[in-house]
């Protein structure tokens, strides 16, 4: 237990994943009206969760971690680490319910995350984000994500049409930690 409001648990039952999709599916939705009305792109929401819950080589162990936000009044958020390369992981679907915001959970998932990437031997983590989510991206900044260039393995790429990746690159937000 984390600061007596919550706990982080790792996706391991049936029950975890049924959680996991419902959460990765109300952040995509939510995401997804963000980039429609802000940007106007789309994108296969079905599609990105089904790939999420199902794809075991994705975010489960061994090379990569799936943790949901256990609070008092059930799951209330959700993150990963996967593997883009050797050395290289990326954090995805980074995500916390509106009532569970402040306490401290976003920081202490992502500093989980950080955590596993290292011993998982990721000297280098990865994630992106739309512009217009500020708030994530000073919470990453916080934990020493710096800005990088647009990066061509992102996750994004599989779910744009080609002709829409310039107009998603222009309207996320790419950052890079590094274990020091």
């Known amino acids: 237990m984390l600061?007596?409001?919550f706990a982080l648990i790792p996706v391991e039952t049936q029950a975890h994943r049924d959680a996991a999709r419902q959460l990765i599916t109300e952040y995509l939705l939510w995401v997804a009206g963000i980039a429609r009305s802000e940007y106007g792109l789309s994108f296969d929401v079905e599609a990105m969760v089904a790939s999420d819950i199902n794809d075991r080589s994705k975010f489960y162990p061994p090379n990569g971690r799936f943790y949901l936000i256990e609070s008092g009044t059930g799951f209330s958020g959700v993150g990963c680490l996967?593997?883009?390369?050797?050395?290289l992981?990326?954090?995805?679907?980074?995500?916390?319910q509106d009532h569970l915001r402040g306490v401290?959970?976003?920081?202490?998932?992502?500093?989980t995350?950080?955590?596993d990437a290292r011993i998982l031997g990721y000297?280098?983590?990865r994630l992106e984000s739309l512009k217009a989510l500020s708030a994530a991206h000073t919470l990453y900044r916080s934990v020493g994500f710096v800005d990088i260039d647009p990066y061509s393995d992102n996750s994004?790429?599989?779910?744009?049409?080609?002709?829409?990746l310039d107009g998603y690159?222009?309207?996320?937000?790419?950052?890079?930690?590094?274990a020091q």
């Open 169 to 178: 690159q222009q309207s996320a937000v790419f950052m890079e930690w590094s």
């Open 3 to 5: 600061d007596r409001k």
């Open 82 to 87: 996967k593997r883009l390369a050797p050395g």
């Open 89 to 96: 992981g990326e954090i995805q679907r980074m995500y916390v």
């Open 104 to 111: 401290g959970a976003g920081r202490a998932l992502v500093e």
């Open 123 to 125: 000297g280098t983590v």
């Open 113 to 115: 995350l950080l955590h």
């Open 156 to 164: 994004m790429s599989a779910y744009q049409e080609k002709q829409d």
